[in-house]
């Protein structure tokens, strides 16, 4: 086979050194891994902003320098924290709004997706609504807002999709802002109010509402999409 191999003009890499390689590099993962775990539940229990490097190398049991290993800075480790939970969210809202036929049933997709997500995952619901709360913050952290605005523009391209209307950018941005502020803020509610019942049950009960609301105000804005249908602010 090497012969093969080097006759093709493929130099075969020792096998003691692949096995080498392969065992540190699952090492690294699995550190990194702890060193993401750690400061996960560091920033729900104590905030993004009251967790220190210190403070999530000690949880890890890992020195310091490991941590500047993976990660430039606390800012990043942030940044790629909020990233994951944001793509496995698109996951769960892509799967669940895929055999949408209507505006109606991808607004209900869109809730029935984020209680599907966040129902048994309140460390990442902690996490996603800090992160988006840091958007409002001037000095917010770099790159964060990068997840956040690919999360809009997947809500908007799945309501594109049954809104007649050929909408303004900006309007469009307006109504993806209105859909998932409602649903995720009133998630933060009633994970808290519903205690030790089904977050689901709570929302269900509203959910007819909440979509009637939501499809009025998406008519609205069709109708009238004009600048001043909307106050000046950031999306």
Not at 19 to 34: I, L, V
Not at 40 to 55: A, H, K, V
Not at 133 to 153: A, C, R, V
Not at 184 to 209: K, N, P, Q
């Amino acid at each position: 086979m090497n012969q093969q191999m080097e006759m093709a003009g493929i130099t075969p890499r020792p096998r003691a050194k692949t096995r080498k390689a392969g065992r540190h590099n699952r090492r690294a993962q699995r550190t990194r891994a702890r060193l993401m775990e750690a400061a996960r539940s560091l920033f729900t229990e104590q905030g993004i902003e009251l967790t220190s490097i210190d403070d999530i190398t000690c949880r890890a049991d890992v020195g310091k320098g490991t941590f500047y290993y993976h990660f430039t800075n606390r800012e990043e480790i942030v940044r790629d924290l909020i990233d994951w939970v944001i793509e496995e969210l698109l996951t769960v809202i892509d799967d669940t709004c895929r055999d949408s036929t209507d505006l109606k049933t991808t607004l209900e997709g869109l809730i029935k997706a984020h209680v599907v997500f966040f129902s048994n995952r309140w460390e990442d619901f902690v996490l996603f609504f800090q992160g988006r709360s840091e958007l409002t913050i001037e000095q917010s952290y770099e790159g964060i807002e990068t997840p956040f605005l690919k999360y809009l523009e997947r809500v908007e391209e799945l309501l594109e999709r049954f809104i007649s209307a050929k909408l303004p950018p900006p309007v469009m941005r307006r109504i993806a802002c209105a859909v998932v502020g409602l649903v995720s803020g009133y998630y933060s509610f009633a994970a808290i109010e519903s205690l030790d019942d089904s977050v689901d049950l709570t929302f269900a009960s509203l959910r007819e509402a909440m979509v009637a609301s939501l499809m009025r105000f998406i008519q609205e804005a069709s109708i009238q999409p004009g600048p001043e249908t909307f106050p000046a602010g950031r999306g």
